[in-house]
């Protein structure tokens, strides 16, 4: 199905219907294009079954009998903040209004009359509960409440037993979250609690790591742990761990060593991983039962406030792993020394590295050939800011063919850019401090006046 999904979306490229969005894993419609397929929609139907609304400014929500006969209805993306009137819409079947930032409250009986309904996006609206009427949406499928400011779940959730799609990331405030909400969907194949929920176990009749396994159906999870205690629980769990592909750890004291691949699944489908302020924290580790080509779906890492992190990755980073990594986030881990290790990256785009106070190589001398034509390949952004100690990015000048754009603030001690010059058209977008771009040392005059087009002070 995965792969069915990428040709699609690849023909539909191809035939100019779809373009690339802001990031390369997104596509967007054109605005002529899709002007035209709404006014294709709109004469080939009956009755208005096509609502959109979407980015077009509104203050309030179109009349209730503008709704009733609808199929799909899209308010995205305005200012709505409130929903007055409760609309009759007995075909309908999706709903879009999320980035109504302004929308905080959504009526009791609003969802009494839409019984076909099977999409519902609320995300990032500033919704701080759901109404219980949730649960007379028998039909639904998919429910967007990421980035909302949701305080808990309303046990009647749980009533929605064809519900197959939960997202619940990037919910800050969600503190309760009811065992009947969760246990009763039966469906459920997508639920995602990352940067969200983290109180697994520690409250009575709330969700635990018992009632997510008995999920028949999850095949993706994505959690928040806060805990060590959670964290060696969360362990025992097989069913889960194979299916965890968002996993964000934060303010674990204790936590030494962060373990991965326990077994041979844990990890071999996760994507994101992001540890926050585990002061303890000193190296990752993968086990040997993951083999050479550990990781092999890992696509972003994010490490922030760990000041005894002395190393990443305590295993050999080979070619072989990490074969999707893709972006690499690292803040203020200030016993780091280099991260040499991303040399080894075939698919790396993006390199933030903030507040590290000691590192003083990106990647040093004995981590790299003098000639490595395999080296940073694919990336794109290199952003470097307050490392104060740091000399050099990279021991030789590299090619780095990708890279658009690398960002250099309050590092006073770099005086060169490690970046080969034979090719001025594809030169980099330079943004520093113009003192630092002043003091910079070039092996060649003519390195330093191709590249002086190129930089932007800040």
Request: hydrophobic residues 40%; neutral net charge; aromatic residues 8%.
């Amino acid at each position: 199905m995965y792969n069915q999904g990428h040709a699609l979306i690849g023909s539909l490229k191809v035939a100019c219907l779809l373009e690339t969005g802001e990031e390369k894993t997104q596509v967007k419609m054109h605005d002529v294009v899709r002007s035209f397929d709404l006014w294709i929609a709109s004469k080939c139907g009956s009755n208005n079954q096509f609502l959109v609304k979407a980015s077009t400014g509104l203050t309030e929500a179109p009349r209730a009998d503008h709704w009733k006969h609808s199929l799909r209805i899209s308010l995205f993306d305005n200012g709505i903040t409130t929903l007055a009137e409760i609309p009759e819409c007995p075909r309908l079947s999706t709903l879009l209004l999320q980035w109504n930032s302004g929308l905080n409250r959504i009526p009791i009986t609003f969802f009494h009359f839409m019984p076909a309904l099977r999409v519902l996006d609320l995300s990032f609206t500033s919704l701080r509960e759901i109404p219980v009427s949730i649960n007379e949406l028998v039909e639904l499928r998919h429910l967007d409440l990421s980035g909302t400011k949701i305080t808990s779940l309303p046990k009647e959730l749980g009533d929605l037993a064809k519900l197959q799609h939960l997202d619940l990331q990037r919910t800050h405030s969600l503190r309760i979250i009811p065992q009947e909400a969760i246990s009763g969907l039966l469906q459920l194949r997508i639920l995602n609690v990352y940067y969200s929920y983290g109180v697994w176990e520690q409250q009575d009749n709330e969700v635990g790591f018992a009632d997510l396994q008995s999920l028949k159906y999850l095949t993706t999870l994505g959690i928040t742990i806060n805990e060590l205690n959670t964290l060696k629980r969360l362990y025992s769990f097989s069913g889960l761990l194979k299916v965890i592909q968002y996993l964000y750890i934060k303010q674990c004291d204790g936590l030494f060593y962060l373990q991965l691949s326990l077994n041979s699944s844990f990890g071999e489908r996760l994507r994101r991983l992001s540890i926050n302020n585990c002061y303890d924290l000193q190296y990752l580790q993968v086990d040997e039962e993951a083999g050479k080509k550990w990781l092999p779906s890992l696509e972003v890492v994010a490490l922030h406030g760990l000041p005894n992190l002395e190393t990443v990755w305590k295993n050999p980073v080979t070619r072989e792993c990490l074969q999707n990594l893709q972006s690499i986030n690292i803040w203020h881990c200030r016993k780091l020394r280099n991260v040499s290790w991303v040399l080894q990256l075939p698919k790396l785009e993006v390199i933030y590295l903030m507040y590290c106070e000691e590192m003083e190589e990106v990647v040093s001398r004995s981590g790299i050939p003098r000639e490595d034509s395999k080296a940073f390949r694919s990336l794109r952004t290199l952003s470097i800011r307050n490392l104060p100690k740091l000399r050099s990015i990279t021991p030789w000048e590299l090619a780095f063919p990708s890279l658009e754009s690398i960002a250099v603030i309050d590092c006073p001690n770099l005086k060169q850019l490690s970046i080969k010059t034979h090719n001025t058209s594809t030169l980099p977008t330079v943004y520093g401090n113009k003192e630092w771009w002043d003091e910079l040392e070039w092996k060649e005059a003519s390195s330093e006046t191709a590249f002086v087009p190129h930089f932007m002070p800040i």
